[in-house]
């Protein structure tokens, strides 16, 4: 399976019914073509929709109905398409019921970086902040190690932060990890992972209980 595939996949095992959730850029976007048979969830986008679906099939793209990758995607019945000054009312006022962001780093404490590399070019941090401030849980979805293999889970994150003691959940292409006031739990491990690789990828200390079980992606 693909890693971002899997951990769209695992993530989609978090909502429930009636659940306003927002979707950050990249891995998460993937979520809707994951969500399990029955469970129906209102996807949010911080561009200003309410109500997407996954990304639009060949032929039925519309131009004003983009996902926070600028993919094109539709819209479900009772959806909508709403400006920028209330979509951030609705961030900002505590209505999202979870938001799941990608990250350059997470610490311990729960601390995210996820806007930009020191020294790298700036973007902007667009609407992270009121995402991880607003949203009553924050998941992050990311691969557990940078491109030159060294782990995005730290002690300390060394990038400019995007929220202090925000994050709630890692999920990541080997490890399902807890962020509680004692430190990191390590709760699931992906297919083919053991603990031991889980430990030896991650440069934050783990609280690993006497039985950690594999993933379910089904």
């Given at each position: 399976m693909d890693v971002?595939?899997?951990?769209?996949?695992?993530?989609?095992?978090?909502?429930?019914?009636?659940?306003?959730?927002?979707?950050?850029?990249?891995?998460?976007?993937?979520?809707?073509n994951f969500l399990p048979p029955g469970v129906s969830?209102?996807?949010?986008?911080?561009?200003?929709?309410?109500?997407?679906?996954?990304?639009?099939?060949?032929?039925?793209?519309?131009?004003?109905?983009?996902?926070?990758?600028?993919?094109?995607?539709?819209?479900?019945?009772?959806?909508?398409?709403?400006?920028?000054?209330?979509?951030?009312?609705?961030?900002?006022?505590?209505?999202?019921?979870?938001?799941?962001?990608?990250?350059?780093?997470?610490?311990?404490?729960?601390?995210l970086a996820n806007w930009i590399v020191p020294g790298g070019r700036l973007a902007g941090m667009g609407g992270a902040m009121d995402l991880v401030t607003g949203a009553k849980k924050v998941i992050i979805a990311t691969e557990h190690c940078s491109k030159d293999g060294k782990s995005k889970i730290l002690k300390k994150c060394t990038f400019p932060l995007t929220g202090i003691k925000v994050v709630d959940i890692i999920v990541t292409d080997m490890a399902y990890i807890e962020v509680t006031?004692?430190?990191?739990?390590?709760?699931?491990?992906?297919?083919?992972v053991s603990v031991q690789d889980v430990v030896a990828k991650t440069e934050a200390s783990l609280i690993i209980p006497p039985n950690v079980p594999e993933m379910n992606l089904n």
């Amino acid at each position: 399976m693909d890693v971002r595939e899997l951990i769209a996949r695992r993530i989609s095992r978090e909502f429930k019914d009636g659940m306003l959730v927002n979707l950050g850029v990249g891995i998460p976007t993937l979520i809707p073509n994951f969500l399990p048979p029955g469970v129906s969830v209102w996807l949010e986008s911080e561009n200003g929709i309410i109500g997407f679906n996954g990304i639009a099939p060949k032929g039925e793209e519309y131009p004003f109905f983009i996902d926070a990758s600028k993919a094109f995607t539709t819209i479900r019945p009772g959806g909508c398409i709403i400006d920028s000054t209330l979509s951030f009312g609705v961030i900002r006022g505590g209505h999202l019921d979870c938001t799941v962001l990608g990250a350059l780093q997470v610490d311990e404490e729960g601390n995210l970086a996820n806007w930009i590399v020191p020294g790298g070019r700036l973007a902007g941090m667009g609407g992270a902040m009121d995402l991880v401030t607003g949203a009553k849980k924050v998941i992050i979805a990311t691969e557990h190690c940078s491109k030159d293999g060294k782990s995005k889970i730290l002690k300390k994150c060394t990038f400019p932060l995007t929220g202090i003691k925000v994050v709630d959940i890692i999920v990541t292409d080997m490890a399902y990890i807890e962020v509680t006031d004692k430190g990191l739990v390590l709760k699931e491990v992906a297919p083919g992972v053991s603990v031991q690789d889980v430990v030896a990828k991650t440069e934050a200390s783990l609280i690993i209980p006497p039985n950690v079980p594999e993933m379910n992606l089904n």
